[in-house]
């Protein structure tokens, strides 16, 4: 088991930058899949970025490539991601999730993941 508290979040105004980092608690998150996901209000939860263990690239939703990056400190069991160019549409609350779950889904899906975050609120004024 392992246990995620996310911080970071905020308001900002659209074309600005937060970094959000998730601090793990327990065992060590090395070898396994780590992601951000966020849900906006009424929809659904969606996969932002991640990947699969530290020896891995980070994989990134289509909406956020090029402007959000996905970071490990696998030392200090914490994850980053790293928002610029922030825009209305980002506004969400973002969860921080750790494996390991089900290794036969993609590491978009949240069976992937077996320990989530409480979240934290990222808000992107126009």
């Known amino acids: 088991q392992v246990q995620l508290v996310e911080s970071g979040g905020g308001v900002v105004q659209a074309g600005g930058s937060l970094r959000l980092s998730c601090a793990a608690s327990?065992?060590?998150?090395?070898?396994?899949?780590m992601a951000w996901f966020r849900q906006a209000p009424g929809k659904e939860r969606e996969f932002v970025a991640g990947?699969?263990?530290?020896?891995?690239?980070?994989v990134y939703a289509d909406s956020v490539k090029g402007r959000f990056t996905f970071s490990r400190d696998n030392a200090k069991k914490t994850v980053f991601l790293q928002m610029n160019d922030l825009k209305p549409e980002d506004t969400a609350v973002y969860y921080c999730a750790a494996g390991p779950g089900d290794s036969s889904e993609r590491l978009h899906s949240e069976h992937r993941y077996f320990n989530w975050g409480q979240g934290t609120q990222v808000t992107v004024s126009s």
């Open positions: 990947s699969a263990s530290e020896e891995f690239k980070a």
């Open positions: 327990g065992r060590t998150i090395i070898p396994y899949p």
